[in-house]
């Protein structure tokens, strides 16, 4: 696997594998960074895309700890003032806390009305419509919250949310775990207005925005503030070219005669000559194959700026071959310096599965194409991720005796559902 060392590695594979040219010339040579970022989500969070039977979360794609989130019990002694056919209401007295997006159902009433707008901790707040019962003055309410923001980032939740509170443990089916439920089943089986003080057993994810942060909802709030952990799978660092290098030529005296020649990697240039311009000596640079996408701005009247496009990550320094320049008779001697260290981007997926990485990538780029070969490499990648799984799952088989029973169920309606979230992806 010394081939898929960083992207430009699996970049320059995946366009020899559709039949494209790997030296920037290629219609298609931008968008391969675009499929190979789109394949690298799809792997970390379980490659469900090619075979639902694929869809578990691998353990190097999963945050290093789980996260933790407060959840918060009903607020009870609060009364409010409702106005009929208005939107605003009045708390009885200031909240501890911002309720914004909390509930408000009014005592003896089916009715559940959300605060949608509160500022700071005002005793005014603004209901998510008109309020439509008999106006009331100090009306006893529950005041609960069910709707929760995750972290930033999160591509998938990789397991139930996870609590050590004695009633999950003693009465929820799966011990200790805030299990997820299909959004739709969710709001059929949990209506608001049934809402009870106990601890959640169930949750669903109700919205993510664009920084991929989720919102989830439980099914009840708690009767004391508690703890409950979950983890996920973040969205993977984007795959760049990554960042170029770029390299400084001085002089200790401007020149006025000879000529010069540039070497990199053994490989030397033709010969530059004292005067040369610009373009020049970016000619004679690009005889370099390695650096022939190479760029050069100023001369030797100043300095020289060769900046590496088309070589990634960090190049040795240029070093200078025959030079016979001079200022008068007093010869001339050139400097290299790095002005910026060339990186490359590495994706996180364990280097011996990349080329699976590879074969997504090309799956995608084929299908574009429509070529035939997006068919090969899609049954490519299906195979490398069986593999793949099929390794972990060992593994957990012999380290784990109820994660080899929760796999052998060949339905997985439980067992996936409940237990390891697949239908998440």
């Given at each position: 696997m010394?081939?898929?060392?960083?992207?430009q590695?699996?970049?320059?594979g995946?366009?020899?594998?559709?039949?494209?040219?790997d030296?920037?010339t290629?219609?298609?040579?931008?968008?391969?960074?675009?499929?190979?970022?789109?394949?690298?989500?799809a792997?970390?969070?379980?490659?469900?895309?090619?075979?639902?039977?694929?869809?578990?979360?691998?353990?190097w794609?999963l945050?290093?700890y789980?996260?933790?989130?407060?959840?918060e019990?009903?607020?009870?002694?609060?009364?409010?003032?409702?106005t009929?056919?208005s939107?605003?209401?009045t708390?009885?007295?200031?909240?501890?806390?911002?309720?914004?997006?909390?509930w408000?159902?009014?005592?003896?009433?089916?009715?559940?009305?959300?605060?949608s707008a509160?500022?700071?901790?005002?005793t005014?707040?603004?209901?998510?419509?008109?309020?439509?019962d008999?106006?009331?003055s100090?009306?006893?309410?529950?005041?609960?919250?069910t709707d929760y923001?995750?972290?930033?980032?999160?591509?998938?939740?990789?397991?139930?949310?996870?609590?050590?509170?004695?009633?999950?443990?003693?009465y929820?089916?799966?011990?200790?775990?805030?299990v997820?439920?299909?959004?739709?089943e969710?709001?059929?089986?949990?209506?608001?207005?049934?809402?009870?003080?106990?601890t959640?057993?169930?949750?669903?994810?109700?919205y993510?925005?664009?920084?991929?942060?989720?919102?989830?909802?439980f099914?009840?709030?708690?009767?004391?503030?508690i703890?409950?952990?979950?983890?996920?799978v973040?969205?993977?660092?984007?795959?760049t070219?990554?960042?170029?290098?770029?390299?400084?030529?001085?002089?200790?005296?401007?020149?006025?005669?000879?000529?010069?020649?540039l070497?990199?990697?053994?490989?030397?240039?033709?010969?530059?000559?004292?005067?040369?311009t610009?373009?020049q000596?970016?000619?004679?640079?690009?005889t370099?194959?390695?650096?022939a996408?190479?760029?050069?701005?100023?001369?030797?009247?100043?300095?020289?700026v060769?900046?590496?496009?088309?070589?990634?990550?960090?190049?040795?320094l240029?070093?200078?071959?025959?030079?016979?320049?001079?200022?008068?008779?007093?010869?001339?001697?050139?400097?290299?310096?790095?002005t910026v260290?060339?990186?490359?981007?590495?994706?996180?997926?364990?280097?011996?599965?990349?080329?699976?990485?590879?074969?997504?990538?090309a799956?995608y780029?084929?299908?574009?194409?429509?070529?035939?070969?997006?068919?090969?490499?899609?049954?490519?990648?299906?195979?490398?991720?069986?593999?793949?799984?099929?390794?972990?799952?060992?593994?957990?088989?012999?380290?784990?005796?109820?994660?080899?029973?929760?796999?052998?169920?060949?339905?997985r309606?439980y067992?996936?559902?409940?237990?390891w979230?697949?239908?998440?992806?």
């Open positions: 010394a081939n898929y060392e960083n992207t590695d699996l970049k320059k995946v366009l020899f594998r559709c039949g494209e040219l030296d920037g290629s219609e298609y040579d931008s968008k391969v960074l675009e499929y190979l970022n789109r394949a690298q989500q792997m970390v969070s379980g490659a469900a895309e090619l075979d639902l039977d694929i869809g578990e979360p691998f353990p794609a945050n290093q789980n996260k933790i989130l407060i959840l019990p009903a607020i009870t002694n609060l009364a409010v003032t409702f009929n056919g939107a605003t209401a708390l009885s007295a200031t909240p501890v806390s911002n309720l914004l997006n909390y408000v159902q009014p005592e003896n009433s089916s009715e559940t009305y959300r605060i509160h500022t700071g901790t005002s005014t707040i603004t209901l998510d419509s008109v309020y439509i008999t106006s009331a100090g009306l006893p309410c529950t005041i609960f919250k923001e995750l972290d930033t980032n999160v591509l998938r939740l990789a397991n139930p949310f996870i609590t050590n509170y004695d009633e999950v443990i003693l929820n089916s799966d011990p200790g775990q805030i997820g439920v299909d959004l739709s969710f709001m059929r089986q949990y209506p608001l207005f049934l809402y009870r003080a106990s959640p057993t169930a949750f669903t994810q109700v993510k925005d664009n920084a991929m942060r989720p919102t989830v909802r099914n009840s709030c708690p009767v004391e503030r703890r409950v952990q979950y983890n996920y973040p969205v993977p660092p984007v795959l070219n990554g960042v170029v290098e770029i390299q400084t030529i001085t002089r200790s005296l401007a020149p006025t005669a000879g000529n010069y020649v070497i990199f990697n053994g490989v030397p240039s033709t010969s530059i000559a004292w005067n040369a610009a373009a000596i970016q000619a004679a640079i690009n370099i194959p390695s650096l996408l190479a760029t050069v701005a100023g001369t030797l009247a100043t300095s020289l060769i900046t590496f496009n088309g070589f990634y990550g960090d190049a040795p240029l070093t200078v071959g025959s030079n016979t320049l001079v200022n008068g008779v007093t010869a001339v001697t050139l400097t290299v310096a790095e260290k060339g990186e490359q981007s590495i994706p996180i997926i364990p280097r011996d599965h990349r080329v699976t990485l590879e074969y997504y990538a799956y780029l084929c299908t574009d194409k429509n070529d035939s070969r997006a068919t090969e490499y899609r049954e490519l990648t299906r195979a490398g991720m069986r593999a793949l799984v099929k390794a972990w799952k060992q593994e957990k088989i012999t380290t784990n005796p109820d994660f080899g029973r929760m796999i052998a169920r060949p339905d309606t067992d996936y559902r409940r237990n979230n697949w239908w998440w992806y």
